[in-house]
Every structure is written in structure tokens, then in C-alpha cells.
């Protein structure tokens, strides 16, 4: 197994790693069949999520110089803080890295004095549910995504 080394950045990413994220992001979340190899769409989709946001706290997972995880969180509001998006190659799934991006977020949202974390899954992303409930967080209701997907939220208290 090899050697995974974090790195968080505090506010807005450079533009580096949004490059990186978005090819990342492509190879984990493109549909089956994209021939689209572009990866530009998926780094300006989290240049705009995060814009203007005055908290922002990512955490990145590599081996050796390669991207192969990273969570990402977001808030407005002083109390609550929205943990975004993340994920972990399949290759380097099973090997804690998930859990460590979590904690890595968790501390951080602590020495910030949040009252709250919240996030949301598919219903059949079963690892991730299964990981947010082992870290804490309880299920806190449902809702349809713009009328045709449902979507899990769950919310964990800090104390």
C-alpha cells in the first residue's frame, strides 16, 4: 500500500487545484460513455459553487504527485457548515482515505466554532451513508433533486 499525504487549503483554491479537481471529479463522475475528455466543465462547476463563500475549507488526498481524493465544504453562515463534495478514486477506496478526508474536515470545523455539519448522498451511495453515519451524522430527511432524484441529508452536531 502506498504512502497518502493530505493538504488543506483554507479559502479559495489557486487555480491549480481546480484543474486538478476537475480531472479528478471528470474520471470519478462523468456518465458512463462521455467522450468529452474535457475536464474544464467539472473544475468551473467548483470555481462557481464556491465563489463568494467567506468559508471554504478542502482537503486533498494524494499518492505521490497524483490527486486521488479530496472533500470539499462551504458555508455562508456561521453556525453551519455545508460539507460539499468529495470523493476517492476507486483504486485507492478501502483504505481510509474517506474517513481521514472527514476528520480532516471535522477539526477544522471545530477550530472554526461550528455548531453543525450537513451533507447529502443518492440513497444508493451506500458507502458514503454508511461512512457519515459511522462518523456521526444522523439522516435528517430527503428531498427530490430538481424533481426526479431523491437525495439523502444528513446532519451532525459538533459539541
Known amino acids: 500500500m502506498s504512502q497518502v499525504s493530505y493538504r488543506e487549503i483554507e479559502g479559495m483554491p489557486d487555480e491549480a487545484v481546480f484543474e486538478d479537481l476537475g480531472r479528478l471529479s471528470f474520471v470519478m463522475f462523468a456518465p458512463p460513455g462521455s467522450d468529452n475528455p474535457s475536464h474544464e466543465r467539472h ?36 453556525r453551519e457548515f455545508e460539507s460539499w463534495r468529495g470523493g476517492v478514486l476507486e483504486s485507492h477506496r478501502r483504505q481510509g ?13 471545530r477550530t472554526q466554532s461550528f455548531r453543525v455539519i450537513c451533507t447529502q448522498t443518492d440513497p444508493d451511495n451506500t458507502a458514503m451513508l454508511m461512512l457519515n453515519l459511522a462518523q456521526g451524522f444522523i ?15 444528513l446532519v451532525k452536531t459538533l459539541g
Request: hydrophobic share 40%.
Open 43 to 78: 473544475a468551473e462547476s467548483f470555481r462557481v459553487g464556491l465563489r463568494g463563500r467567506p468559508w471554504i475549507f478542502t482537503v486533498l488526498a494524494y499518492d505521490a504527485e497524483q490527486l486521488v481524493g479530496f472533500k470539499i465544504g462551504r458555508s455562508e453562515d456561521p
Open 97 to 109: 482515505i474517506a474517513r481521514e478526508l472527514a476528520q480532516r474536515q471535522e477539526a477544522w470545523c
Open 139 to 153: 439522516i435528517s430527511g430527503t428531498d427530490l433533486k430538481r424533481a426526479e432524484k431523491l437525495r439523502v441529508h
